[in-house]
């Protein structure tokens, strides 16, 4: 049974920062590809970050390049989300997801496994 984990979001000041991580079990974690979308009530799940199965290849939203970082380990079976100078617009629930595709893919369609999400809320 797959699982994807999330875990590190909270509350954070405007320029904060906070580091989201998504434990994966049941799967061949290094063969994945691993994303983070985010979600507000009343709109479309967004992407926000991927990462290939080896690390090598990244993709970012636009409205999060520069700010995020996403890294992996497969190790660990753990995906990583940095962000750093946080906006109000960067709230959401951030949730997991390893994609079955195989390629770093920025659609929800494309990710077959998805975590319970977690809270991300930054204060102005």
């Known amino acids: 049974q797959v699982q994807l984990v999330e875990s590190g979001g909270g509350l954070v000041q405007a320029g904060g920062s906070l580091r989201l991580s998504c434990a994966a079990s049941?799967?061949?974690?290094?063969?994945?590809?691993m994303g983070w979308f985010r979600q507000v009530p009343g709109k479309e799940r967004e992407f926000v970050a991927a990462?290939?199965?080896?690390?090598?290849?990244?993709r970012y939203a636009d409205s999060v390049k520069g700010r995020f970082t996403i890294s992996r380990d497969n190790a660990k079976n753990t995906v990583y989300l940095q962000m750093n100078s946080l906006r109000p617009e960067d709230t959401a629930v951030y949730y997991c997801?390893?994609?079955?595709?195989?390629?770093?893919?920025?659609?929800?369609?494309?990710?077959?496994?998805w975590g319970q999400g977690t809270q991300v809320t930054v204060s102005s």
């Open positions: 990462i290939s199965w080896s690390g090598s290849s990244t």
């Open positions: 997801a390893a994609s079955t595709l195989g390629v770093v893919t920025t659609t929800p369609l494309g990710y077959g496994y």
């Open positions: 049941g799967l061949t974690f290094r063969s994945y590809v």
